[in-house]
């Protein structure tokens, strides 16, 4: 069964604890991204990779870390620096790195929401 | 960076008639691309229509493409109760390093 897999889909963060977001993918894709969607908003990309251990900064990326280690897998971790992290994280994968024609579809996970103690 | 610019933000619409969004951007594109995503859902992808391309269809979706207007418009004909969801428009900027700039939705809720 193919597919994007985030977990946990329900995370509570203590203040000043940093926690990691699990995103694994078995579609053999190149690209991922994390996104954040805040309630009643669109997505605001975080961090995209477009190869292993390679990695890029979207628009919000202050306060988040990734690391890109495996094909397969982009863990985020949102640090005691994000002062906000109430929202919901999506990851996503494309066939491959953006080319001449653009970013292809991309193949969202369920999600993960992160609240606040 | 707000790209795409979706209306109307909400659209309530019985079974059986059409609903019509639009999304509206900025700069040039390669190309624009339709979700959509039900409550607390991830997104699924719909469509993709590339920056020469002026009319593209899948099933009951139809989605058209004006350059000239920075503009486009994703029809969903005879709707279905279990078409209600949120839509959004992703933007892929010419130039740019990648990546999808997202619009922040429009709410349909298609009644029985």
């Known amino acids: 069964d193919g597919g994007i897999t985030q977990s946990p889909k329900y995370l509570f963060r203590k203040e000043g604890q940093n926690v990691t977001l699990s995103c694994e993918q078995n579609?053999?894709?190149?690209?991922m991204y994390w996104y954040r969607q805040d309630p009643g908003q669109g997505l605001r990309l975080i961090y995209y990779?477009?190869?292993?251990?390679?990695?890029q900064k979207g628009d919000i990326a202050e306060g988040y870390s990734v690391s890109r280690e495996k094909k397969e897998s982009f863990p985020l971790t949102v640090t005691s620096a994000q002062k906000n992290p109430t929202a919901f994280y999506l990851c996503?994968?494309?066939?491959?790195?953006?080319?001449?024609?653009?970013?292809?579809?991309?193949?969202f996970g369920s999600g993960t929401q992160l609240s606040v103690l | 960076s707000q790209q795409g610019e979706e209306d109307p933000q909400a659209l309530s619409i019985q079974e059986g008639e059409n609903a019509t969004m639009n999304c509206s951007y900025k700069?040039?594109?390669?190309?624009l691309q339709w979700y959509r995503q039900n409550s607390g859902r991830g997104l699924v992808h719909l469509i993709l229509?590339?920056?020469?391309?002026r009319e593209k269809h899948s099933g009951r979706l139809r989605v058209t493409l004006d350059t000239s207007k920075k503009s486009s418009s994703l029809l969903i004909t005879a709707s279905r109760a279990a078409d209600t969801a949120s839509y959004f428009c992703?933007?892929?900027?010419?130039?740019?390093?990648?990546?999808?700039?997202f619009g922040k939705g429009t709410k349909l809720s298609v009644k029985p």
């Open positions: 990779s477009q190869i292993v251990n390679d990695f």
């Open positions: 579609l053999n894709h190149d690209a």
């Open positions: 996503a994968s494309s066939i491959r790195s953006p080319g001449t024609d653009g970013v292809e579809k991309l193949f």
């Open positions: 992703a933007t892929d900027e010419a130039g740019s390093q990648g990546n999808l700039i």
């Open positions: 700069t040039s594109i390669n190309n």
């Open positions: 229509i590339r920056s020469n391309e």
